[in-house]
């Protein structure tokens, strides 16, 4: 009866947010394109990321308000179909249209392939079947959205987290070695990035020993027996990790890993640690940050926004990021490992991919430098089919990221919001706004990522000595 009620508001609601919607997204594309030096791919990832964090936010306040447009004349404290279900009718709207979406544009490889309109074009279009998405999901029973949320939001939640945990280790290893490697050019630059390197490791182990104090200072008293286990679980994990990167049978192995890493991977899972202490709720005391007073308010608005912008930039680098993303997105290989252009002078392209890779198998090159399409020179026009003007087009050799892949991480993003926001939620005494993930769930699922990402990182030390075939190294 709600959806009857809501129908003329929702779809009112859908022709205006219609009509703003193209020249809104028309702006955001040229400010994002302008933001990110002319990139129409990382423009068009910014869209859909500015999408999630706005649907992030509707839901957020669809939680925490007592009344919801969405069921007009319905209360949350009166009515179940309000806040949990509203949340969860929200993210599974945007969700379905991310998994559509993904399995449209499965083996889309460049801009001349006309399917790739639907991912770079078409936002009015994708900003009306979203609209009608949440009308349709209103009609859906309740019913469906618990067993949805027990068997598809949870697991695909716990998936979201883990993929950002692989971006983490990931990027402190490539952070190292970039590091590292202008080091080793040994040219008039060579000095600083040694000094960056040093500081910025010293600076990072100094922070998560700040943080260990902090913590033990402030939230392990005698009775909170969750928090001085996991302060000092963290605290043995750094220890381990650390020794394990400069063991002298690791370094033989694997010569890239080292202290840079470590420091990274520490100053994370020990913010992660203090992070899931900060975010317990008060009901054994401790926890002194909810009980102080002046700032509550504005720490729980800020804290939520800071909480989806960093979901949605987890998303957006995702895909494109070289450990989901392993074939290369500048150049694609057959099973020989021949190389195809579709229409581009190969021969002389050929001479230059070998030059490449005989350059980054001696080490004079790091091997991005096989996926970088700079080196293509220009192809000629491609028709793209799509309103990306050719001058902007940074795909049309070959897409900077799976889009299949894309949008599959961002279904899971969905529901990982959808979890946050409703699993064991409290109105705290904070007016209106609920604050996001100060439950002892959330808490839990924060130390426990830290535990994984300590097991992740300890695996990329140790893989290389265990798997050396696998990973290219021969038998010392």
Partial sequence: MGVIISLPVNLAASFLASCFGSCTSTILTKSFKSLSGGSSSLSTRLNYAAGLLVNSLASWISMSSNYSLLWPGKTCTSNGECGFFSVHRLNFALGVLHLALAAMLVGVKSTSDRRSQLQNSWWLVKILIYFSLVIISFWIPNEFYIVFSKWISVPSGALFILIG?????????EWAETCIQHVELEDEHSSFWQKFLIVGTSAMYLASLVMTVLMYVFFCQSHCNMNRVSVSMNMVLTLITTGISVHPKIQEYNPKCGLAQSSMVAVYCTYLTMSAMSSEPDDKQCNPLVRSSGTRKASVILGSLFTFVAIAYTTTRAAANSAFNSGGQS???????????????????????????????????PESALYDTSWLGSPGPVPTGNDVSDDSDDEKISTRYSYSLFHIIFFLATQWIAILLTINVTQDEVGDFIPVGRTYFYSWVKIVSA????ALYGWTLIAPMVLPDRFGYEDF
């Avoid at 945990?165 to 290893?173: C, E, G, I, K, N």
């Avoid at 350059?359 to 004079?364: D, K, L, P, T, Y």
């Fill in 451 to 454: 535990w994984i990402c300590y």
């Fill in 165 to 173: 945990l692989v971006l983490l280790v990931d990027f402190a290893h």
């Fill in 331 to 365: 150049i694609y290989l057959d099973g020989d490992d021949n190389v195809e252009y579709e229409g581009i002078g190969q021969s002389r392209n050929q001479l230059r991919l070998e030059a490449i890779r005989q350059a980054v198998e001696e080490g004079s090159l």
